[in-house]
């Protein structure tokens, strides 16, 4: 049956990002696409920190960076600083950018530690531009200068996820997309099929359509409460089960920071995420290791300035549903899994799932090798990026609690042990397919938190030291970019100033 009318279920980031993603295929076509959703029903509105695919997805919709960050109170990004995940008192940042680059294909980083065995004391670190801006707190896009002998800046946002839900609204409206207000009272299926044929709300409104995408959270309302997808539990894995969230100024008037700060306290670990105007705080823990209200007191004890809200505590199952393509639906954002903003995936889980439905999509109906294709891709990005973040808590020195003892000697899974174990024996990283994970991803967490490579790379032996000049040039050409760049704070108020 042809598809004239997709029905998304759900507003917040995700259905927003669906709708203004989807709203781009109607050009053309006879396509309806409506957006339901209700005022009634919060958003979670944590995920308020990106990575680098999302400046890609801007740029595919057209929409103006300066104006979507004035928006959204948004600020950039370049990486994430990682506090007490090895040991107390220890932090790296998780850049985005590379180190340094592949000489004769051979990873930097592996360069690096034979000229670092040959006497050579320059931290890894000061090859990596963004890692360098960031612990100054200095920003520039690689468009303003523009140099084939400099760097280029790899960066992404931090965004008040409310507003940015608000502005994509205004995108796909003006694209097509209609908004139903409105809660759903019970959902129809076809009697053979079992394919989601419409719902019919609590005003007594009749929604019809031939394709569904479920953006309704947690709840999964069509995904799980109504196709019984099933659901993958990774607590082992991820023990980490409540959340609490909560804003705040920031009191001292400083600016806001270009990265993302994660510091790991007794049960879990705390983030900041910084705005234009106030910072984004959260406290991710384990309930079997400690209680909402010492959650609370900690996240309450470690803010940067005054609270702006009331805390907003969340609980969840860390996993991903059994399929995220079921007869007629594909479950997007919360509805589709949930794994800790650790990395900052949650929102580009949104952002690879849209790119994937609307590349497996065909308006002449749905297919059984769309939803496996759809399906066994979403997994391996999944699993790929549970074992990243179950690398974070596993590669750490931490004995001072029963949580950290826990995940510090938990199994874990085979894929991730092998990346392990073949980085401890020469610095070797080799990524899985498309994994979003780079190279540097990997190197920056394991060295950052204790994992020593234990030997070298005999290609990266035999060109150390023929190559010195060049590495040296990498290290001036990144000082002196870094030393002319504007401040951050001062970059946004010229470049994209929020109202206050």
Known sequence: MAIEHIVILGGGTAGWMAAAALSRIRDGRDLAITLVESEQIGTVGVGEATIPPFVDFQKVLGIDEREMLAAAQGTFKLGIQFVNWGQVGESYIHPFGAYGYDLNGISFHQVWHALRQRGDKRPLQAFNLETMAAYFGKFSRTEDYDRDDLPPMNYAYHID??????????????????????????????????????????????????????CTGFRGVLIEQTLQTGYEDWTHYLPCDRAVALPCNRDDGSPPPPFTRA???????????????????????????????????????????????????????????????????????????????????????????????????????????????????????????????????????????????????????????????IFKANGQIFREEDELFTTTSWAAVMMGQGIAMGGTSPMADGIADVTTKEVDEMEKSIRWLVQHMPGHGQYLGKYCPAPA
């Open 161 to 214: 996820a409310t507003r940015y839900a608000q502005f994509l609204r205004q995108y796909a409206e003006r694209h097509g997309v209609v908004r139903q207000e409105g809660k759903v009272r019970s959902v129809r299926q076809h009697p053979e099929t079992g394919f989601v044929t419409g719902f019919t709300l609590e005003s007594g409104v009749e929604v019809e359509g031939d394709f569904f995408v479920d």
């Open 263 to 421: 510091t790991a306290h007794r049960a879990g670990w705390q983030w900041q995420v910084p705005l234009q105007h106030r910072n984004g705080n959260g406290h991710v823990y384990c309930s079997r290791y400690m209680s909402d209200d010492e959650a609370h007191d900690i996240l309450v004890n470690n803010l940067a300035g005054k609270p702006t809200a009331e805390p907003n505590f969340l609980r969840f199952v860390t996993g991903r549903r059994k399929k995220f393509w079921n007869k007629n639906v594909v479950a997007l954002g919360l509805a589709s899994g949930f794994m800790e903003p650790l990395e900052s995936t949650s929102i580009h889980l949104i952002n690879t799932g849209v790119n994937k439905l609307i590349a497996t999509l065909s308006l002449d109906g749905v297919h059984e090798a769309q939803a496996s294709t759809y399906n066994r891709l979403t997994v391996k990005e999944y699993e790929r990026i549970r074992d990243f973040l179950v690398l974070h808590y596993n590669a750490t020195r931490r004995d001072d609690s029963d949580f950290w003892n826990y995940v510090r000697t938990m199994e874990v899974p085979a894929t991730l042990t092998e990346k392990i174990e």
